[in-house]
């Protein structure tokens, strides 16, 4: 914990590999984060953590830490419980999780565990409606979808070589749940790895946007919220602020957040400056892009339409063309994918000289089809699987 009482410890979780671009993102708002594994961290205020929540596109949610300390004992985990203050986070009554690991550490049973902080917080607010344990994030840092959600309030408790650090949610439902993707088509991309995508390749909304095999048209819409300015926690037709964990909190400042959100309003722009468009061979998947479009409160910013990858009209200029094309698992499926990526090549020479080309690959011999020299801008997990956000230059 800080020396300063006044000064918050503050963590942005991210998968993996994208622990750099929310640090940046923390910087644009004139915060200064520090990137280290699984996340950002920083020393900040409550304006801090509510903009952070409001505003952050690629991390899944923001913990604040509320204790550290040593316990080899049930008994001195218990004294050092007893002094958290658990009334500032959560009221009488209210629905209570506790994400427990234990590892390399004496007391190593995390129900055992769970109950006595269970107890430590009952002790200091009252009677509490005991919410199941959810499951801990899993290898790539994408947790359990039910994590957080609900009225429940999350603390996550670590233990490490006999260290406790305990951490209360800030955002309830995860992040990347932006209230716009309701319909899905097959494989759907995360928002948050979406936006990690755009941002990772460069793009930042000041040129053409084009993903050809766009499905359910996540990565056009988090172009579209980027190019706009708009707050991921505002996307809707309304611009409306969705709910948060804060929020439930004895301690929310509903004034300030009330600013917060206002000046996130105020700089959302009317259009986007650049052409947005998505295209798919499936028309089911356009459909439901489209829906999803409305829902976001872009749907005017992005042209969406039904046509093969050989089909493509790119809008004029040089901009970005960003997509997730499919990666087989087994060698069967990747060697019937071998034509898709070549056709990728060979349409990007024919209509996209000069342009910028960023993928999510998972199998650096598919890249090797598309014949355009990628760099590798960020190594990170899609559902379990090892993937890589690879950036290159079609030549003129």
Not at 244 to 270: K, M, T
Not at 354 to 364: P, V
Request: with cysteine.
């Amino acid at each position: 914990m800080s020396e300063n009482p006044a000064a918050l410890s503050l963590f942005a979780v991210t998968a993996p590999g994208l622990e750099a671009l929310a640090a940046a993102e923390l910087a644009a708002m004139g915060i200064t984060a520090k990137a280290e594994p699984g996340g950002a961290a920083w020393e900040g205020t409550d304006e801090d953590l509510y903009s952070a929540n409001l505003r952050l596109r690629t991390a899944s949610r923001v913990l604040i830490r509320i204790a550290e300390f040593r316990a080899r004992t049930f008994f001195e985990l218990e004294r050092h419980a007893r002094r958290i203050p658990w009334e500032r986070y959560v009221d009488t009554g209210r629905a209570v999780q506790l994400r427990v690991t234990c590892r390399k550490s004496r007391l190593y049973h995390e129900g055992a565990v769970a109950q006595r902080l269970m107890d430590a917080v009952e002790r200091a607010v009252g009677t509490l409606e005991h919410a199941p344990a959810p499951r801990d994030d899993d290898a790539d840092g994408e947790e359990d979808e039910e994590s957080g959600e609900g009225s429940a309030q999350l603390f996550v408790v670590r233990f490490l070589h006999d260290r406790c650090t305990v951490s209360a949610d800030t955002s309830g439902a995860l992040l990347h749940r932006r209230g716009y993707r309701q319909a899905v088509a097959k494989a759907p991309l995360r928002e948050t790895l979406a936006a990690a995508l755009l941002l990772g390749s460069g793009w930042d909304g000041r040129a053409p946007l084009l993903d050809p095999m766009c499905g359910s048209g996540t990565i056009a819409i988090e172009g579209a919220l980027i190019a706009r300015r708009i707050a991921p926690g505002l996307a809707g037709p309304e611009e409306r602020a969705r709910r948060y964990a804060f929020q439930e909190w004895p301690s929310f400042d509903a004034n300030r957040w009330a600013r917060v959100v206002e000046r996130a309003a105020a700089e959302v722009q009317p259009t986007a400056a650049f052409a947005i468009h998505g295209s798919d061979r499936d028309a089911g998947a356009v459909e439901a892009a489209h829906a999803n479009a409305e829902r976001a409160g872009v749907a005017a910013d992005i042209e969406l339409g039904v046509r093969p990858l050989s089909a493509i009209t790119p809008p004029p200029g040089r901009g970005w063309l960003v997509s997730n094309p499919p990666y087989g698992l087994r060698v069967g499926e990747r060697e019937g994918l071998r034509n898709l990526y070549s056709a990728l090549g060979r349409v990007a020479k024919r209509e996209l000289p000069g342009w910028t080309l960023a993928l999510l690959s998972a199998d650096r011999r598919l890249e090797a089809q598309v014949g355009v020299p990628f760099t590798e801008a960020i190594r990170t997990r899609n559902g379990g699987i090892p993937v890589r956000v690879v950036v290159g230059r079609v030549a003129e």
